[in-house]
């Protein structure tokens, strides 16, 4: 009786030690996986043309300047329209609203978050890609509609229940203590919102808005239906542009044809892993700090 | 800055504040009543129970529904092990961090490159696109996100329920299996659904591994179509009856996609209730 129950809390462990640890050789396969794939491109002659802004796999140049310029681009303008409004929309509801409202919102912040992100593509293609032709044509842009400004309108919606659930979380650990105290200095609402709230928070909203760009960096299909697509450096709002993800989705199909894309592929895949799995790490570590200094 | 001044400023912001949530909220009821609106007239039985051949979207059901229980299912087989090792009694914190980290890492990654990855080693194998390598792939995408629910349902256990367990003279292996599995139930149902939810949504990975196809899945070599697929491909078409199953297939994963959130929720609000 003895034995057997020393036996089966050693099954126990033994089971779960080794699930931890096939989820840890999980994360190294992968990432070595691609370097190695990646590396023929990855050499020091090819350098300059993996960074060049040629891409004509035909002809053996695959510079991915352009690809890493237009999912930066898309990024930085979908968190540029999401993350203020994220913000506001944070402050809101954690300074002014009533519980009973906020509680109404959370399950909707759950459910929006949800939403695949498929979903989004097909309103973007039916509403915002006409939308923006139709502000393209009074500001008396030329544009197709399927465009930087498109890209961005529907990533931003769909990084917004993401960034403002993680914001509200961190502006609501803030303690209420703080907030008594600037009210009783006489400060107004919004000046304890901005002077003594939002400083208190700050790493937490900066985690926030971090993960965000992770989510949105990496993001394909949503992105690659309204964003057009077109091998070009992103000039204007309304001209189409051409990210990373995008890039290995359309064209994984030619990557066994022809020579050496298999390599530029995958260093696509490599960069944006490596980018995705930085800036999450980063933001744990920061939040683990501030955890332990507060 | 005078009297006045300040509270005009007060009032202005609170203005920016509720227009804020205003924005996002329409966008949001926006984005909700459209889809509803275009996918409501093809959502007809006519549609649920035909295949691709036959004009309807039987087959991206039966795919999505078949890919995500059978990724969530291989992922649970990862991801409730592993979670059970990160429990304080199991994991020093030193390792109980480092795991954090490496599943926010994965967490992270965005699913095309999981989508990459597995395709480089379906090539290496020479497997064909197939209902198994979706499989494969997706449970890759849901293993770092139900580890991760699952972990915090483990931590959210109050600590004397080891306390006492331990001090019966029960072990490690049976407080887990008869006592913490037990308590954290709600919370683990919850994160498989949370997974279930988040793999049958997902289109970024299954796109160069599951493939696609116009019929029913027969075996698990087969490719297999999926709902995000079904309203990928058939958007693109200029046909417009084509069209209405990419209309129909979004109302119909995004009903999916809710509803699983909605029975997580709750499942996890009665279960809090009464609990020890």
Redesign the interface.
């Known amino acids: 009786m003895r034995v057997d129950?020393?036996w089966?809390?050693?099954?126990?462990?033994v089971?779960?030690?080794?699930?931890?640890f096939?989820?840890?050789g999980?994360?190294l396969v992968?990432g070595l996986?691609?370097l190695l794939?990646a590396c023929p491109m990855l050499g020091s002659l090819e350098r300059s043309t993996l960074l060049g802004s040629a891409w004509a796999p035909a002809q053996g140049s695959f510079g991915l300047r352009t690809f890493l310029a237009g999912s930066l681009a898309v990024t930085v303008l979908a968190l540029g329209l999401s993350v203020?409004?994220?913000l506001?929309?944070a402050?809101?509801?954690s300074?002014?609203a009533s519980r009973r409202l906020r509680e109404r919102v959370q399950?909707?912040l759950?459910?929006?978050a949800?939403?695949?992100?498929?979903?989004?593509?097909?309103?973007g293609?039916?509403?915002v890609v006409p939308g923006v032709a139709a502000l393209g044509r009074l500001l008396g842009v030329p544009t197709t509609g399927y465009s930087l400004l498109a890209g961005g309108l529907v990533l931003a919606?769909m990084a917004?229940?993401f960034t403002?659930s993680v914001a509200l979380d961190v502006l609501l650990a803030v303690p209420m203590g703080l907030r008594e105290t600037a009210l009783a200095m006489g400060a107004?609402?919004?000046?304890t919102?901005?002077h003594v709230v939002l400083r208190e928070a700050r790493g937490g909203l900066l985690v926030a808005v971090v993960?965000g760009f992770?989510?949105a960096?990496?993001?394909?299909?949503a992105v690659m239906?309204v964003v057009g697509n077109v091998a070009v450096l992103p000039t204007s709002l309304f001209g189409p542009a051409y990210p990373l993800?995008a890039l290995?989705?359309n064209t994984?199909g030619e990557?066994?044809s022809i020579p050496r894309m298999e390599g530029a592929?995958?260093s696509a895949?490599l960069l944006?892993?490596l980018a995705?799995?930085a800036?999450?790490?980063a933001?744990?570590?920061v939040l683990?700090r501030m955890r332990r200094l507060g | 800055m005078s009297r006045t001044r300040?509270?005009r400023?007060?009032r202005l912001?609170?203005w920016?504040?509720?227009?804020?949530?205003g924005?996002?909220g329409i966008?949001?009821a926006?984005?909700?009543l459209?889809?509803v609106m275009?996918g409501l007239p093809h959502l007809r039985p006519s549609m649920l129970l035909a295949d691709g051949q036959g004009g309807g979207i039987a087959h991206a059901l039966v795919g999505s529904l078949c890919l995500g229980a059978g990724a969530s299912v291989l992922a649970l087989?990862?991801?409730?092990?592993?979670a059970?090792?990160?429990q304080r009694a199991?994991?020093p914190p030193r390792i109980a961090?480092a795991?954090?980290?490496?599943?926010?890492?994965?967490?992270?990654?965005?699913?095309?490159?999981?989508?990459?990855?597995a395709?480089?080693?379906m090539?290496w194998m020479g497997v064909r696109t197939s209902l198994l390598a979706g499989i494969l792939t997706l449970a890759?995408v849901m293993?770092?996100v139900m580890?991760r629910a699952m972990t915090e349902a483990f931590r959210s256990l109050p600590p004397e329920l080891w306390e006492q367990a331990t001090a019966l003279g029960a072990?490690?292996?049976?407080i887990?299996?008869k006592v913490a599995l037990r308590q954290a139930l709600p919370g683990l149902v919850t994160a498989f659904l949370l997974a279930f939810?988040?793999g049958?949504?997902?289109?970024?990975s299954i796109?160069?591994t599951a493939g696609y196809t116009d019929r029913l899945p027969g075996s698990l070599m087969d490719p297999v179509a999926s709902l995000?697929?079904e309203?990928?491909y058939q958007?693109a078409t200029p046909d417009p009856t084509v069209q209405s199953r990419?209309?129909a297939a979004?109302l119909l994963?995004?009903i999916l996609?809710?509803g699983?959130?909605?029975i997580s929720?709750a499942l996890a609000r009665r279960a809090s209730r009464h609990r020890l």
């Open positions: 129950r020393r089966g809390d050693a099954a126990v462990t089971l779960a030690r080794g699930a931890l096939l989820v840890f999980l994360a992968l996986t691609l794939r203020p409004l994220c506001l929309s402050l809101y509801l300074e002014h399950p909707v759950d459910v929006a949800g939403v695949p992100s498929v979903v989004f593509g097909l309103f293609v039916m509403f919606l917004a229940p403002l107004t609402r919004w000046e919102a901005w993960m992770a989510r960096f990496g993001e394909t299909l239906m993800s290995l989705a994984y990557m066994m592929l995958m895949a944006l892993f995705t799995g800036v999450s790490c933001a744990t570590l683990r | 300040r509270c400023m007060d912001a609170r920016a504040m509720g227009g804020a949530l924005i996002l966008a949001f926006g984005l909700l459209s889809v275009r087989l990862l991801a409730l092990p592993a059970v090792a990160l199991y994991a961090e795991a954090a980290l490496v599943l926010d890492l994965l967490w992270g990654t965005p699913s095309i490159v999981y989508g990459a990855f395709f480089l080693l090539v890759l293993v770092p580890t072990t490690r292996g049976e887990t299996l939810g988040r049958i949504g997902d289109a970024a796109l160069f995000p697929l309203v990928f958007l990419a209309h979004a994963l995004l996609v809710l699983v959130t909605l929720r």
